[in-house]
């Protein structure tokens, strides 16, 4: 890890740990199928933090930009060996580059009146035929290219459940915004093409509360591509956006062994036709879904996945999910974020109040630690 601190010339370079010892740790909370197993003692403390104590030990404020597998971890979840948090003794910033610290008064965001929103959420995964022409033909449609999933492969594949915790997610964000300054995206209208309409005119903030999908989900399902230009492009860069997205309305069509609704989308909108869009008048996108901030790592090169996309269409910050997220809890959470982010904090500050406020009410990290936001 090279560590720069204020007035240094070069950075310092410190040892942290073999690769294999961190995956081996990621494997077996996988495995167990509870995540939050990683973060119950202070082993990710004493394998990737110890070794910078000295370093940083009266640093206030730290920006951290992961690499490899440290894409994975939720540092607002590292326990110290005295059973604290890292952000009770550091502040925490997430950057996708060491570049990025150069823009710290553009990313430090007030959440004035001047701020737009659009919000998704309480989406109906089984909207109809009629319902989804109908929602479709309202829009000015910015057709970006969408990949076809074989229907025959997706028949008996398990269906999306309706979150009935998004929609009230939504409504009470909403509430939060003046008339004029929002928009809400409900039921059978959040659909792809709805998401799509945004590109070249988005508000300030997008927010979508849904289902979201990895390359895993994916594999687990058999799921296929049925076009065959796709099938022959295996390109780093492009077949792992195809293979992550985000869950929209009349999804289920597919799992159900129904046909695609012809001129209309599949309901499942890729990281591939995210990267596609202009969203670059967008100052913060909160992907408040399940597994969002997943994708393929690979080495020093990132995740790719929803995280490369959004910051491909021109984003400038996220707030992005780790691990499967529990429905009612992460309401909670999205309230308190802007909440406190409306009440004069920045987008930093206000998720790392929104969280401590969660922790008062639940000890496990699995309910708080789950979003990080990354510039």
């Not at 740790?25 to 973060?39: H, M, P, Q, R, V």
């Not at 109906?124 to 009629?130: G, I, K, M, P, R």
């Not at 939060?176 to 929002?182: I, N, R």
Request: hydrophobic share 35%.
């Amino acid at each position: 890890a090279p560590v720069l601190r204020k007035g240094d010339a070069a950075p310092a370079y410190y040892h942290l740990f073999p690769e294999s010892d961190l995956r081996k740790l990621i494997e077996k909370a996988t495995t167990s199928g509870i995540i939050t197993d990683l973060y119950n003692s202070s082993r990710l403390y004493q394998l990737i933090w110890k070794p910078l104590e000295k370093a940083i030990e009266r640093t206030r404020r730290l920006y951290i930009a992961p690499d490899g597998l440290l894409h994975l971890v939720s540092f607002t979840a590292v326990k110290t060996e005295n059973g604290t948090f890292l952000p009770d003794r550091h502040e925490l910033r997430m950057v996708t580059s060491s570049r990025n610290i150069l823009k710290e008064n553009e990313s430090e965001i007030p959440a004035n009146d001047s701020l737009s929103i659009v919000l998704f959420g309480g989406i109906n995964y089984d909207a109809d035929s009629l319902s989804l022409v109908k929602a479709n033909k309202e829009l000015y449609s910015v057709r970006s290219f969408s990949p076809e999933l074989s229907a025959s492969t997706t028949s008996g594949s398990p269906e999306w459940q309706y979150m009935p915790g998004t929609k009230s997610e939504t409504d009470s964000i909403a509430n939060l915004f003046e008339t004029g300054k929002k928009e809400l995206i409900q039921g059978d209208r959040a659909t792809e093409e709805s998401f799509k309409n945004l590109s070249g005119h988005s508000p300030s903030v997008i927010h979508i509360a849904t289902h979201g999908f990895s390359f895993h989900d994916m594999k687990k399902m058999n799921w296929s591509l049925g076009n065959e230009t796709l099938k022959e492009q295996h390109t780093l860069q492009v077949k792992p956006l195809l293979q992550s997205g985000l869950v929209m309305a009349g999804a289920n069509r597919l799992p159900q062994g129904k046909k695609r609704i012809e001129g209309t989308d599949d309901g499942f909108l890729t990281a591939y036709e995210i990267s596609l869009l202009d969203l670059s008048r967008s100052r913060l996108a909160v992907l408040s879904a399940c597994k969002t901030g997943l994708g393929l790592v690979s080495g020093n090169e990132g995740v790719f996945g929803l995280q490369r996309a959004f910051k491909m269409a021109g984003i400038k910050s996220l707030i992005i999910s780790l691990w499967e997220v529990p429905d009612q809890q992460t309401s909670e959470l999205m309230y308190l974020f802007y909440l406190f982010w409306r009440n004069g904090n920045d987008q930093y500050k206000a998720l790392e109040a929104a969280q401590k406020k969660m922790r008062e009410k639940y000890d496990n990290p699995y309910y708080w630690a789950g979003f990080v936001l990354i510039e």
